[in-house]
Nanobody, 131 residues
Framework: QVQLVESGGGLVQPGGSLRLSCAAP????????IGWFRQAPGKEREGVSC????????YYEDFVKGRFTLSRDNAKNTVYLQMNSLKPEDTAVYYC????????????????????????WGQGTQVTVSD
């Protein structure tokens, strides 16, 4: 069964940084846009950002724009989410998933972060932002 693997989470103080990785053992991420999502305690899972396959163009939700940066290394079959200026409200389990419907994120959440279009969800990695 294909499953992506997230790593890099942890405990960080407000204003700090973390870099999350999304790997795909035994499976190629080629041709898929990759979405990142998060779920905070007691809340529904929400989309965060997306990176396209063809040109690595990106989409970010407003609440992370300017603080988070997505990149992908197709040779390493890995996607990275650099998170800077972290806030307590960023505390959540972060998931990556492959968008089976498209290679490009487009310019709106209704294209980039439609959850039912995504598959191969990983187990997630916990990010906690706290003093």
């Amino acid at each position: 069964q294909v499953q992506l693997v997230e790593s890099g989470g942890g405990l960080v103080q407000p204003g700090g940084s973390l870099r999350l990785s999304c790997a795909a053992p035994g499976f190629t991420l080629d041709y898929y846009a990759i979405g990142w999502f998060r779920q905070a305690p007691g809340k529904e899972r929400e989309g965060v950002s997306c990176i396209s396959y063809s040109d690595s163009s990106t989409y970010y939700e407003d609440f992370v724009k300017g603080r988070f940066t997505l990149s992908r290394d197709n040779a390493k079959n890995t996607v990275y989410l650099q998170m800077n200026s972290l806030k307590p409200e960023d505390t959540a389990v972060y998931y990556c998933a492959a968008n089976l419907m498209r290679s490009d994120c487009g310019t709106s959440r209704n294209v980039a972060l439609v959850q039912h279009e995504h598959a191969y969800w990983g187990q997630g990695t916990q990010v906690t932002v706290s003093d």
